[in-house]
């Protein structure tokens, strides 16, 4: 426990404390009071008011428009079931650039809707609503399907029989049940558009501002350290907030529930009710999830291969390399990352999953989630700060910018294997210590058998999360040596025709690598449930 617990106190803990401290330190003394005049500047508030406004109708919107889906799955069972669940999980893994390009490719300036209609959507919130509904609707519909398939249909089917109406069987027997898995999708929506980044800097455009985008603009734009300071510490109360009501309802859910077999519980659909609901949902499906993505490939391929042969050409001025060169790079740095991930998760959750595991080891579990929510702008800045002087100066190192990555997956890699290791029979690894095996070897011949699909799922996560990551990079990554979503960022900001195209045919390029590790990771999932 000891390497996890020293990697994330280096490489999160230390960097968000030396820019909080660079912000609400002057002169050997602490100014806490700047903390109430920033909350009190009308701005701000406005900055807080609309991100927790977002939140909760970005939240509200993915379960109207996902619990009709996770009813689908779990209940019906029809031709391409398997693959539909596939593209309804892909944009999930999609980088939150890609959405936005995505977005901005249907909805913006020269899009779909301003060619068929005139209409545009872009610096509109319906436009950041829509993104983060396509960005989150697997996460209710594999949160919530994933329980309800694993329901006994029997209790809802034995009240329809004491003559409960199909709506008073759902609310009294079906929906207490669903509450707690109901409740931990809509917490992780809240939190992921919460602390939303790249879709609102994307979308957003100068009206609408997040927390996290105004951490960004403080820090990178008006040089404003002592604002970004205050921001942060209230962002890292509510993300903190947050997760602790998430874990409160994951334990609810894990222990109040008696559950079956899911392969058991899906039936043909029957009925025009059934077959009219499956029919909404692939509406639903095609519109909402492959019609963005689509829009995107055909606007990268307007005029032919024109805009992707452009990619190897350099500049000179934004690009010091050919923006080519950002699919190796993001590539190598996704790879290392991977690595330093699976690593640091596989560590933290082995040693979460032993028994005798003190009250202090299982607090670290929550801790393990907070690079989920805090800002990704800050932990970037912070490197900078932090890690600017010897032993550890790193600002010139390839390096920084896969720790950074890392310290995003590795959370990821723990959700992943610490169920499959609590399932390892202790007697097990008891009855070959006994046989004289020694730790590394139990580890080999018991545990890893064991648990080698789940390493590979968790380290194709931590793969597409490192590949995708954006608020941390963009500040660290060098000019000779951007990341995919930096380079995709760069090119949008730039006017003209041919770095519109060209952000289109890098995004097309980074969403097709997402894809295809998302298609992997079904192939190797451990288990049937559907569930993250």
């Known amino acids: 426990m000891a390497v996890p617990v020293a990697f994330f106190a280096v490489f999160f803990a230390w ?47 993915t379960l109207l428009v996902a619990l009709p889906a996770a009813y689908v799955f779990a209940r019906l069972d029809f031709p391409g079931k398997q693959v539909l669940r596939a593209v309804v999980t892909v944009p999930f893994v999609l980088p939150t650039v890609v959405v936005g390009t995505a977005f901005l490719a249907l909805v913006g300036r020269g899009g779909l809707l301003d060619e068929l209609w005139g209409v545009r959507l872009d610096t509109t919130v319906w436009a ?42 759902w609310r009294k027997v079906t929906l207490p049940a669903l509450a707690p898995a109901v409740a931990a999708a809509a917490l992780m929506v809240f939190l992921f558009t919460f602390t939303s980044f790249g879709v609102v800097q994307i979308l957003g455009g100068p009206t ?74 692939l509406a639903t499906v095609a519109v909402l999830l492959v019609l963005p993505p689509a829009v995107l490939v055909r606007r990268s391929f307007d005029g032919g291969f024109g805009y992707y042969r452009a990619l190897g050409d350099a500049d000179g001025g934004t690009f010091l390399v050919a923006p ?45 989630m ?29 390096i920084l910018v896969p720790l950074a990555q890392a310290l995003v997956g590795a959370p990821f890699v723990v959700r992943t294997m610490l169920p499959v290791l609590r399932a390892v029979d202790g007697r097990l690894r008891e009855a070959a210590a006994v046989l004289g095996a020694s730790p590394w070897q139990v580890w080999r011949e018991v545990d890893l ?14 793969f597409a999360v490192s590949l995708g990551e954006f608020g941390a990079t963009v500040f660290i990554a060098r ?39 998302l298609l992997v990771l079904e192939r190797l999932r451990t288990d049937r449930t559907g569930e993250f």
């Open 324 to 368: 080519v060169q950002s699919v190796v790079t993001s590539l190598e740095y996704a790879v290392a990352a991977t690595a330093i991930a699976v690593v640091i998760g596989g560590l933290a959750a082995a040693a979460l999953a032993r028994r005798d595991a003190g009250r202090l080891v299982r607090g670290f579990d929550a801790l393990l």
């Open 15 to 61: 960097p968000v404390a030396a820019i909080v401290t660079r912000g609400l330190k002057a002169d050997g003394a602490w100014r806490f009071g700047r903390i109430a005049d920033v909350v009190g500047q009308s701005d701000i508030r406005h900055v807080l008011w609309f991100t927790t406004w977002q939140a909760l109708a970005s939240t509200a919107l």
């Open 128 to 169: 950041i609503l829509l993104a983060h509904v396509f960005f989150n609707y697997a996460v209710v519909v594999r949160t919530v399907g994933g329980l309800w398939a694993q329901l006994d249909p029997r209790q809802e089917e034995a009240a329809r029989m004491l003559g409960v109406s199909p709506l008073g069987a």
């Open 449 to 462: 058998p064991m648990v080698r699909r789940a390493l590979l799922v968790a380290a194709g996560f931590a």
């Open 208 to 281: 609408f501002s997040t927390l996290e985008v105004e951490i960004y603009r403080q820090t990178s734009e008006i040089f404003d350290l002592s604002t970004a300071a205050v921001l942060t510490i209230v962002q890292f109360v509510a993300v903190g907030a947050i997760l602790a009501v998430h874990a409160w309802t994951v334990r609810r859910r894990e222990s109040a529930l008696r559950l079956v077999d899911p392969s058991v519980t899906a039936r043909r659909p029957r009925g025009a009710g059934q077959w009219a609901l499956l029919g909404g949902v």
């Open 479 to 517: 000019p000779d040596n951007p990341t995919l979503p930096v380079a995709v960022a760069r090119l949008l900001s730039r006017p003209g025709d041919l770095n519109y195209g060209q952000a289109m045919a890098l995004s097309t390029i980074l969403m097709v690598v997402c894809a295809v590790a």
């Open 370 to 398: 907070l690079p989920l929510g805090v800002s990704a702008v800050t932990v970037g800045f912070g490197f900078l700060i932090a890690l600017d002087k010897p032993p550890l100066d790193l600002r010139q190192s390839w």
